[in-house]
Every structure is written in C-alpha cells, then in structure tokens.
C-alpha cells in the first residue's frame, strides 16, 4: 500500500510540475528545430534492476536560470524516451524518492546526430558528479579507418540526377567500364548497398540517395570471402531526425536523357516511414566497329563492321521500408523494393569483306535490332539490438531477391529481311540470405566481432539462337550455396592498433546444362580442400604523430565464377564471334596485402598513399579463340597473376572557396599461362577541381585518365574523357544544376588482339556520347517531433499559453 502511494504522489507531482509552462520558455507549438531526443534506461546502480516511474526532466541551459522544456516519468522497465528537445546544451535530471538525485548535462549538434542513447544511468545514494556527453558530426571529402577509406559524395554535382555509374567516376582508385562495371584498381570489385549485396546495377541506383562510398580494398573476415576485388560500399541517405522531410528532383538533357525522383521520410518515435521513387532513361547513338584481318587471307584478307545503334534504357524503381522501435534497444526493419525497366537497341551495320589489296569483295547492311526487359524484387527484414554499452549491438537479417529477364535480339538482311543471326529467350535468378553480426566492445580500445551467414543462390536461362549448333545448350542451371563463420578481435598495444580475423566458409556449386555437368565443394565430403576454406584477415596501424598514420594489412580470398562465366550457352555479338561460358573453371585463390600512409595537413587537406601487392593462383580470364570460322570469347583459367602498385589520393583546399582532389594509380601487371606470359606497366589518373563563386554559385570540372594496359592477346589502348557541371543554389535549399558529361566526346573502349596468330582482332565500343543536362532538386520538410500526435487546440484567451510534451 505504502508503494502505491508513493507512485500516485510521484505521478501527480511529476504530472503537475510538467503541466506548468517553464519559465523562459516559449509558448504554443513546438519551435523549429526542437528535434532532439534523449532516450536510455534508469536502474538502481548496485542491483541493476530497472528504476520505475521515476522523474527524468529536461532543463535548458541558454540561459543563467536552468528553464524546463521537457520530461517524462521511466516506463515499468525503466526505458525512457524524450522528444522534442532543442539542438543545444541541455540538462536531463533523473529523481525519485529514496534515490539520490542526478544530473546529466548533454550536447546534441546537428546535422545527423540529433539523437543521444544516454545508456544505463545508474542512480545511487552518494554523490553524483556531473558527466558531459557530447554528439558531433563533422564531414570530411575522405576519411580513413582500419580497414576501408569513406568518401562523402554528397557535393558531386556531375552525379545530380544521374546513376550511382555518374558517382564512382569520380570516386579515387575506382574506374567503370563500358557495360557500366566497376573496378577497383583494375580488378573487377563487388557492389553493396547499406553493407549488404545488391542485384541492381550502377544505372539502377539513384546518384541523389548516396551519401558516402566506402572503398574497401581489402575487406577483413568480417566480409564474403569472394570479394577478391574489395567492395564499393553505397551508404544511402537516412532519415535521422523527427518530423517529414524529403526532395524532389527532375531533370532532362540530350540524348534522350530523362530523370525523376521523389523521396518521403516520416519518423516519430515508434516508427520511421521511407517512401522513394525513381525513374530513368539513358540514351544515346553510338558508332563503333570490329574488324578483323586475316594472316593467310583466301582470299578474304580484311572483314570490317561498323556499327551505328541507338541506345534506349529505361529504369523505374520503388522503395518502401517501414522501422518500429518496440523499445529503446530494440527496432525491426522491414524494406521492399521493386523496380524494372527495359534495354532497347535499334542500328544497323555496315559490313565489308576485302582482300589483300583492299578491293571490296562483299558488301552488305544489316538491322540490328533488340528488345531486352528486365524485373527485380527485393524483401528485406532487419532485427537490430543495441545494448547500454557504447558500440555493442546484435543484428539479425535476411534478404530475399528476385530477378527475370525476356532478351530478343536480332540481326536482319536489310535487303529482304531475313534473320542473320538471333538470340531470344530469357532467365530468372533467386537468391536468399541470413545474416547474424554480433558485435561487444570489451573495453576503450578492444572489440570482439562473430557472427555467421548462410547464402543460397538459384538461376535457369533458356536461350534459343540461330545459326545453331549441336554442341550449344539451350537450358543452362545453377545452384550456389555458401554458409559461413567468421570471428574479429581488435584493440592496441603499445600504441599499435590491430584487427585480427578468421573466416570459414563452406561453399558448393552444381551447374547442369544438356552437353556438360559441374559441380565442386571446397571443403569435400573427405575434408579434403578444407585449407582453401579458411580466410585470416589481420590490420596494423600505428599513429606517427598527432595528424600522420601508417597502416598494414593482409588477408585471403578466394574468387569463384561468375554466373556468366559458365553459363555454356552462346551469345551471337556480331557474325564473326559469339561469347559462351566455361563450367570447368577453378575458383581462383588470392593473397592481399596493403601498406598506407595518411598524411592530414592544413584545414581539411589530405594526403593518402597506399602501397598494394595482389598475388593469385589460377586466375580466371577472358581468352579468345578460332573455332569454326567463329572467333569464340570465353574464359580460362591461367596458371599465375601478380600485381602491384602505387596509389595516391591528394585533397588540397587551396582556398576557402577553391579545392582539388587528384589521384594517382600506377601499377605493374604480370599474367602467366601454360604457353606465354606478359607484363606491362599502366597507369589510372583523376583530377576535381571545385570552385565557390558569388551568388551561391558552384562550379565543379573533373578529368579522367586510363592509359595503354597490356592484356594476355593484345593490349587495351588509353581512354580519357572530361566532365563540367555548375550549381546555382536558391533560397539555400533548392539548387539548378548544368552539366556536361564527356566534354570532348573522348569516351570509349579501344582493343587490339591477336588470336592464334591467325587473327588481328581491332575493335571499338562506345557505350555513352557527349551529353547535355539540366537538374533541378528541391527538399522539403518539417522537423516535428509531434507530427503524429493529437495536440489540444488553445481555448479563446489562451493563445501561445501552451507547451507541447
């Protein structure tokens, strides 16, 4: 009885004290910018048992005299949650009768960090000193951490409007080919989104929803170990703060080049809404060619295709992900997306047969025509556990994917129309996964991190072609199942941090087609392989100064092959050559390591260095041969491959108003197969430069260079293209951006091979001209922390006399 007379005393005392506008407060709604939130959980300091219904007020610090703004009583098992809070110095007060009472003094900063986790506060009978937490955000261009580079992408103005291809363009060490694929120090990397894979390409990802990208060249144990080429890490745009806020955005351009976005996030505590959709089109005209010539010409020396086709691709995409806190340790996510879109191509080619004297033997025009959809779901569940510790948390999560895609791509006689050449059909790919990260600071300068994933991944394509063979499938499966463990400790000695990991995992593969069966197991029935199914990670890093830092590391991984890689069903690229896969290919295995160097100097300048070496056995790579009168491109396996080099990232701020980033990667390649090995030295190059005028005005030019490479059969020759884009801002909120993409219209993939000595194979590809566009980008919002609460409307006489909790 004595217990629930105190609670009711509490209640109305607490209730009554709340009820009363503070003094110096302001009256009415709740001001703008009054989004903060404090939350955590009241226990008694030796027991640990949570501490009921007590008092947690909130005091402004603006002034000499403490003024309440807020409060509220701690939930049965002791969670508290305080919205509403300004983004300044506030004083939280905890007190309950027979508990000595507490102060706390807080600091919450904009712009991300507007929400504070106060951890287990512990209230006991003796003294409490009074404990400052502070929250800062502050953005730098590049950051360094153990075991990844981040890179805030947010004032790219190229990539307004555009695809996630539009950011890593500019992205130090990362270069993007002519299909749209990135690669990270010319090896072919992997791409995620919010640190978990995705099955959407560059072109598919809006450029507005990025936020940073994170380089990971050499990703710890923590990461799959197929992620030979490191991972491009996409960190989407999140809403942190109270209230609705979003952007609209729409541009148009050249070429066809259309483009629009709107994105709503609503959050209150309990629950966080994210609605975004997306829609884009690319287009462009593209010339190009591919030519052979012959070294015993009978009598045909020379045969020449030159092709001029019209690129059309359209995507749409829509998201929608929904967030519940069921308390204050405790949130589950649930996100679907879907998208689909279409890749249409309308040409034709020009197509020439000579002799050795170039008299023309044969002429002919060919249509080129191709109708290429393509669907992808994805569902997403998240439960995530955060615990009073700073920095420990559980996080449980599964993903589901689906894709399908109809192809028909056909190559007429433009005299009769009659089919040439023909690939129709299409495919569907499933893939699920479980993920469990557990992660415990043990102390300031020590973490422990497990956790274990099991990954499922189903495809079937069934293609019908002509000409035809008896020896092409036409139905090709595959099965792929990879469950792994993995465990990382971290901490420091002697002023040396360190990361030590191991990963095992347990992969299997079965592809089934009419003509050839493949399957493998690393580690077998017999254990046998079962060295190749552990990967250690290990990183050192060391502080040389206040500002410099130098940093180790090492780690093994294994590439196994793609899908395309050994799909055995051929793909007709022009009457001359086809593309088929290899189901016989060997996962290839890889040893990593990088030394760098981190040199902070001035205010916001950087200079970073990373010396790299890439050792692998049985690397997987493209190889062209004869067969038939066909030149076939498919893959093999070679005996070695070794890679080293040089890269250099450097962010200069000139001037307050004036910066340049550049970048350097020089690297040295050897390749060694069974009949011949090469080697050559390459080089990779970017400059940025960025300008603050006048008037909100922002002026962005950008160029990049990648020379002559050597490759097993030929060499690669130099590709180099330029970008401008200028940004005048309104109202500080809205922006209208200008951009032209490839200046000088120099963008394009050049190749010369030689095929069994009896082919000069010279080709060009061009996948994106010269183009003009124009971006506008407007933001809304309202940061209101009692969106979705009922608010008393204020009696006649009583304007501005209340004061929302």
Same mark, same amino acid.
């Given at each position: 009885?004595?217990?629930? %007379?105190?609670?009711?005393?509490?209640?109305?005392?607490?209730?009554?004290?709340?009820?009363?506008?503070?003094?110096?407060?302001?009256?009415?709604?709740?001001?703008?910018?009054?989004?903060?939130? $404090?939350?955590?959980?009241?226990?008694?300091?030796?027991?640990?048992?949570? $501490?009921?219904?007590?008092?947690?007020?909130?005091?402004?610090?603006?002034?000499?005299?403490?003024?309440?703004?807020?409060?509220?009583?701690?939930?049965?098992?002791?969670? @508290?949650?305080?919205?509403?809070?300004?983004?300044?110095?506030?004083?939280?007060?905890? !007190?309950?009768?027979?508990?000595?009472?507490?102060?706390?003094? /807080?600091?919450?900063?904009?712009?991300?960090?507007?929400?504070?986790?106060?951890?287990?506060?512990?209230?006991?009978?003796?003294?409490?000193?009074?404990?400052?937490?502070?929250?800062?955000?502050?953005?730098?261009?590049?950051?360094?951490?153990?075991?990844?580079?981040?890179?805030?992408?947010?004032?790219?103005?190229?990539?307004?409007?555009?695809?996630?291809?539009?950011?890593?363009?500019?992205?130090?060490?990362?270069?993007?080919?002519?299909?749209?694929?990135?690669?990270?120090?010319?090896?072919?990397?992997?791409?995620?989104?919010?640190?978990?894979?995705?099955?959407?390409?560059?072109?598919?990802?809006?450029?507005?929803?990025?936020?940073?990208?994170?380089?990971?060249?050499?990703?710890?144990?923590? =990461?799959?170990?197929?992620?030979?080429?490191?991972?491009?890490?996409? $960190?989407?745009?999140?809403?942190?703060?109270?209230?609705?806020?979003?952007?609209?955005?729409?541009?148009?351009?050249?070429?066809?080049?259309?483009?629009?976005?709107?994105?709503?996030?609503?959050?209150?505590?309990?629950?966080?809404?994210?609605?975004?959709?997306?829609?884009?089109?690319?287009?462009?005209?593209?010339?190009?060619?591919?030519? @052979?010539?012959?070294?015993?010409?009978?009598?045909?020396?020379?045969?020449?295709?030159?092709?001029?086709?019209?690129?059309?691709?359209?995507?749409?995409?829509?998201?929608?992900?929904?967030?519940?806190?069921?308390?204050?340790?405790?949130?589950?996510?649930?996100?679907?997306?879907?998208?689909?879109?279409?890749?249409?191509?309308?040409?034709?080619?020009?197509?020439?047969?000579?002799?050795?004297?170039?008299?023309?033997?044969?002429?002919?025009?060919?249509?080129?025509?191709?109708?290429?959809?393509?669907?992808?779901?994805?569902?997403?569940?998240?439960?995530?556990?955060?615990?009073?510790?700073?920095?420990?948390?559980?996080?449980?999560?599964?993903?589901?994917?689906?894709?399908?895609?109809?192809?028909?791509?056909?190559?007429?006689?433009?005299?009769?129309?009659?089919?040439?050449?023909?690939?129709?059909?299409?495919?569907?790919?499933?893939?699920?996964?479980?993920?469990?990260?557990?992660?415990?600071?043990?102390?300031? !300068?020590?973490?422990?991190?497990?956790?274990?994933?099991?990954?499922?991944?189903?495809?079937?394509?069934?293609?019908?072609?002509?000409?035809?063979?008896?020896?092409?499938?036409?139905?090709?499966?595959?099965?792929?199942?990879?469950?792994?463990?993995?465990?990382?400790?971290?901490?420091?000695?002697?002023?040396?941090?360190?990361?030590?990991?191991?990963?095992?995992?347990?992969?299997? %593969?079965?592809?089934?087609?009419?003509?050839?069966?493949?399957?493998?197991?690393?580690?077998?029935?017999?254990?046998?392989?079962?060295?190749?199914?552990?990967?250690?990670?290990?990183?050192?890093?060391?502080?040389?100064?206040?500002?410099?830092?130098?940093?180790?590391?090492?780690?093994?991984?294994?590439?196994?092959?793609?899908?395309?890689?050994?799909?055995?069903?051929?793909?007709?690229?022009?009457?001359?050559?086809?593309?088929?896969?290899?189901?016989?290919?060997?996962?290839?295995?890889?040893?990593?390591?990088?030394?760098?160097?981190?040199?902070? %100097?001035?205010?916001?300048?950087?200079?970073?260095?990373?010396?790299?070496?890439?050792?692998?056995?049985?690397?997987?790579?493209?190889?062209?041969?004869?067969?038939?009168?066909?030149?076939?491109?498919?893959?093999?396996?070679?005996?070695?491959?070794?890679?080293?080099?040089?890269?250099?990232?450097?962010?200069?701020?000139?001037?307050?108003?004036?910066?340049?980033?550049?970048?350097?990667? /020089? =690297?040295?390649?050897?390749?060694?197969?069974?009949?011949?090995?090469?080697?050559?030295?390459?080089?990779?190059?970017?400059?940025?430069?960025?300008?603050?005028?006048?008037?909100?005005?922002?002026?962005?030019?950008?160029?990049?260079?990648?020379?002559?490479?050597?490759?097993?059969?030929?060499?690669?020759?130099?590709?180099?293209?330029?970008?401008?884009?200028?940004?005048?801002?309104? @109202?500080? $909120?809205?922006?209208?951006?200008?951009?032209?993409?490839?200046?000088?219209?120099?963008?394009?993939?050049?190749?010369?091979?030689?095929?069994?000595?009896?082919?000069?194979?010279?080709?060009?590809?061009?996948?994106?001209?010269? =183009?003009?566009?124009?971006? =506008?980008?407007?933001?809304?919002?309202?940061?209101?922390?009692?969106? %979705?609460?009922?608010?008393?409307?204020?009696?006649?006489?009583?304007?501005?006399?209340?004061?929302?909790?």
């Amino acid at each position: 009885m004595k217990n629930v %007379f105190t609670l009711l005393l509490i209640s109305v005392t607490t209730t009554a004290v709340f009820a009363q506008p503070p003094s110096g407060a302001p009256r009415g709604n709740m001001r703008m910018g009054s989004i903060g939130r $404090v939350y955590g959980k009241l226990v008694e300091a030796q027991s640990k048992e949570p $501490v009921a219904y007590a008092s947690v007020a909130i005091y402004s610090m603006a002034t000499k005299k403490d003024s309440l703004i807020g409060g509220a009583l701690t939930q049965e098992n002791g969670d @508290f949650s305080i919205e509403g809070l300004p983004l300044a110095r506030v004083k939280v007060r905890f !007190s309950f009768m027979g508990f000595k009472q507490k102060d706390q003094l /807080v600091i919450l900063m904009p712009p991300d960090n507007v929400e504070l986790d106060m951890g287990n506060v512990a209230m006991e009978s003796t003294a409490q000193s009074l404990k400052e937490v502070t929250v800062k955000a502050e953005k730098s261009t590049m950051q360094m951490n153990i075991d990844r580079k981040v890179v805030n992408v947010d004032k790219n103005l190229m990539a307004a409007g555009g695809t996630a291809e539009d950011v890593l363009k500019n992205v130090p060490s990362v270069t993007v080919d002519m299909e749209g694929k990135p690669s990270l120090r010319n090896a072919e990397t992997t791409v995620y989104m919010d640190g978990r894979p995705t099955a959407m390409t560059l072109n598919q990802i809006p450029a507005d929803q990025i936020d940073q990208v994170e380089i990971i060249t050499n990703p710890s144990a923590k =990461f799959d170990a197929n992620l030979t080429g490191g991972i491009l890490n996409l $960190v989407m745009k999140k809403n942190k703060k109270p209230g609705y806020n979003g952007m609209v955005n729409v541009g148009v351009g050249t070429s066809g080049q259309r483009n629009a976005m709107v994105n709503l996030n609503i959050k209150q505590n309990p629950i966080g809404i994210s609605l975004m959709y997306n829609a884009n089109r690319r287009g462009s005209m593209n010339k190009g060619y591919n030519n @052979f010539q012959y070294a015993n010409p009978n009598p045909e020396k020379y045969f020449l295709q030159q092709n001029a086709n019209d690129f059309s691709n359209t995507h749409q995409m829509g998201r929608i992900g929904l967030d519940y806190s069921l308390n204050n340790r405790n949130t589950f996510s649930i996100a679907q997306m879907a998208g689909g879109g279409n890749f249409n191509v309308i040409g034709e080619r020009v197509v020439q047969k000579l002799d050795a004297n170039q008299n023309v033997l044969n002429k002919a025009l060919h249509k080129v025509e191709a109708e290429n959809q393509f669907r992808h779901y994805t569902t997403s569940l998240t439960w995530k556990r955060t615990y009073p510790k700073k920095g420990q948390e559980l996080v449980v999560d599964g993903q589901y994917q689906y894709s399908k895609n109809d192809n028909k791509n056909y190559v007429l006689n433009a005299d009769n129309n009659d089919t040439l050449q023909k690939n129709q059909g299409g495919g569907a790919g499933r893939h699920g996964q479980i993920q469990l990260d557990y992660t415990n600071p043990l102390s300031d !300068s020590s973490k422990l991190e497990f956790g274990a994933k099991s990954f499922v991944r189903e495809a079937d394509n069934t293609i019908d072609r002509f000409p035809s063979d008896a020896n092409w499938s036409r139905d090709f499966k595959m099965y792929d199942m990879i469950n792994a463990l993995y465990i990382n400790y971290s901490s420091r000695y002697h002023g040396i941090g360190y990361q030590g990991g191991l990963r095992f995992e347990h992969s299997f %593969f079965e592809s089934k087609s009419a003509q050839y069966d493949t399957m493998y197991s690393y580690p077998n029935a017999s254990g046998k392989y079962f060295l190749k199914s552990l990967f250690p990670s290990l990183y050192l890093n060391h502080k040389l100064n206040d500002q410099d830092e130098i940093q180790l590391n090492f780690s093994r991984k294994i590439r196994r092959a793609q899908h395309m890689e050994v799909m055995r069903i051929p793909m007709m690229a022009d009457q001359k050559s086809y593309r088929i896969g290899n189901p016989n290919l060997r996962p290839e295995l890889i040893s990593l390591t990088e030394l760098n160097y981190n040199h902070p %100097f001035g205010e916001g300048s950087n200079w970073l260095a990373s010396l790299y070496g890439r050792f692998v056995e049985d690397p997987i790579i493209p190889y062209a041969t004869q067969t038939g009168g066909f030149i076939v491109n498919s893959f093999k396996n070679a005996d070695l491959r070794t890679e080293f080099g040089l890269d250099n990232s450097l962010r200069y701020i000139i001037h307050k108003n004036f910066d340049v980033s550049l970048s350097l990667n /020089v =690297f040295k390649l050897k390749l060694v197969t069974d009949t011949k090995s090469v080697d050559g030295w390459a080089h990779n190059s970017k400059a940025n430069f960025n300008w603050k005028l006048p008037k909100d005005i922002t002026v962005q030019l950008s160029g990049n260079y990648e020379s002559e490479r050597v490759l097993l059969q030929g060499l690669m020759l130099p590709n180099y293209f330029a970008d401008f884009a200028i940004k005048k801002t309104f @109202f500080k $909120v809205a922006s209208l951006t200008f951009s032209v993409s490839d200046i000088f219209d120099t963008r394009r993939m050049i190749q010369h091979l030689n095929i069994d000595d009896r082919y000069l194979q010279m080709s060009l590809n061009r996948r994106d001209v010269r =183009f003009f566009k124009v971006n =506008f980008s407007m933001p809304f919002g309202k940061p209101d922390a009692s969106i %979705f609460k009922n608010r008393k409307r204020p009696q006649q006489g009583q304007q501005g006399q209340e004061m929302d909790f």
